[in-house]
C-alpha cells in the first residue's frame, strides 16, 4: 500500500511492519467485499477493463490466453487486486468528517465511471 522503506534498521521492526501492511491489505479487502455485498455497488470500470484484457491476452507462447475452467478462477478476484482507486477513496474518505451517505455516493461515482 505504497510503504517502500522500513520504519527502522532492525529485524523486529521489520517484521511488525510487514505485519502491519498484510493486516491493512486484507482489512481493505474485507471492507470492499463489505461495501459491495452491503450496498450492491462494484467497480463497473475495473470490470469493464478486464474483459478488454481477456481479447488480448497471450501466454507465454505467445497465443490467445485460454482462461481455466474451474470454480476458483470463475468466483474469485484475486485478492492482491485491489484498484489505485479504491484506495485512494479510501484514504481521502478515512480522514475527512463526512457523512458515510456522501463518502458513497463518491465511492459510486468513482466506480461508475
Given at each position: 500500500?505504497?510503504?517502500?522503506?522500513?520504519?527502522?534498521?532492525?529485524?523486529?521492526?521489520?517484521?511488525?511492519?510487514?505485519?502491519?501492511?498484510?493486516?491493512?491489505?486484507?482489512?481493505?479487502?474485507?471492507?470492499?467485499?463489505?461495501?459491495?455485498?452491503?450496498?450492491?455497488?462494484?467497480?463497473e470500470?475495473?470490470?469493464?477493463?478486464?474483459?478488454r484484457?481477456?481479447?488480448?491476452?497471450?501466454?507465454?507462447?505467445?497465443?490467445?490466453?485460454?482462461?481455466?475452467?474451474?470454480?476458483?478462477?470463475?468466483?474469485?478476484?484475486?485478492?492482491?487486486?485491489?484498484?489505485?482507486?479504491?484506495?485512494?477513496?479510501?484514504?481521502?474518505?478515512?480522514?475527512?468528517?463526512?457523512?458515510?451517505?456522501?463518502?458513497?455516493?463518491?465511492?459510486?461515482?468513482?466506480?461508475?465511471?
Open positions: 500500500m505504497a510503504e517502500t522503506k522500513s520504519w527502522a534498521s532492525s529485524h523486529t521492526a521489520k517484521e511488525a511492519q510487514a505485519l502491519f501492511q498484510c493486516l491493512s491489505h486484507n482489512l481493505t479487502l474485507l471492507f470492499e467485499q463489505a461495501i459491495q455485498c452491503a450496498e450492491g455497488i462494484g467497480d470500470v475495473e470490470t469493464k477493463k478486464k474483459h484484457r481477456q481479447k488480448t491476452r497471450k501466454n507465454r507462447e505467445g497465443e490467445r490466453y485460454q482462461r481455466a475452467n474451474n470454480y476458483i478462477n470463475q468466483v474469485f478476484q484475486r485478492a492482491t487486486q485491489r484498484t489505485v482507486r479504491f484506495l485512494r477513496w479510501l484514504r481521502t474518505w478515512l480522514y475527512q468528517e463526512a457523512p458515510w451517505s456522501k463518502a458513497l455516493a463518491r465511492l459510486t461515482h468513482i466506480w461508475t465511471c
